[in-house]
């Protein structure tokens, strides 16, 4: 079995590229779905049996269920527009401006044709001319503005996928997977090993096979072919250290009871040493 995580590792660069393009959760676990999706064909064409595909894609499908679940959280990106009001907009005043040059001139020009006192009045008309055009001149600096509120900044908070982060947890989730398939394939040849011991000098394959032929051949009697069949059969079983046991009434323990039209030996029990090998079939 090929390890997926060495599988991965041949499309790491499409794998990361595609990550960093990611700008949400949902575009990053896509990417990542869709990897698991090659994975899974590549895996299953590697098993070593048919068992060890069907267990390999039950925890290659668990982990990619889980997949939207997983943790993309990486660079916090923070967005502001700013915005004011509907007002509007506001400069320096220039009719003020106007208004305090002339009220200031004319002032001046009073001030300086007074020369008496029969003109004090318009003396004092001329120092108020000249004051109210200092404060209209003041008065039309007004720095430039809005007249409207201005409003609180919008702001969109994004929080980009980490790529390399991602990358390495799914990496790590399926040297995980890798390490379960490879003990569960270690235990089922194990297995196999201890009941091939258990069988003797048959294999479990080969149990099936001689019980098949050996019922066909009872089926069709003991004369003519049947009959050189069956002794070919127990002949080279015997070589193997195998002996075909007969039902007589008295060795039930050896067989699986079944009713027939005709009682007898339907299949004869295999034995190896004292040991059954495979349950014979009877009729009683």
Sequence with gaps: MEETRKLLEQDKDRVLGRLSSAENQEQAAAVLDEEMGRLLVKAEESASSPKGARSLRRMLLAVRYALPMIDTAGEVRIYERRDFGSGKETGRNTTLLAAGAICLLAGIVILLLTAGPVMRLLSILGVALAAAGFVLAVLSGKPKGRSGKKKDPDRQIRVMPDAKGLYHKFSMTLASVDAMAL?????????????????GPLGAEELRFFGELLELIYAEGAEGTSGEALASVRYYLHLRGVDLTDYD????????MMPSAVSGTLRPALVSDGKVLARGLAAP
């Design 183 to 199: 003990e569960e394939e270690n235990e089922e040849a194990a297995r196999e090993e201890e009941m091939e011991d258990d069988n």
């Design 249 to 256: 009434g008295t060795n039930e323990v050896l067989f699986d």
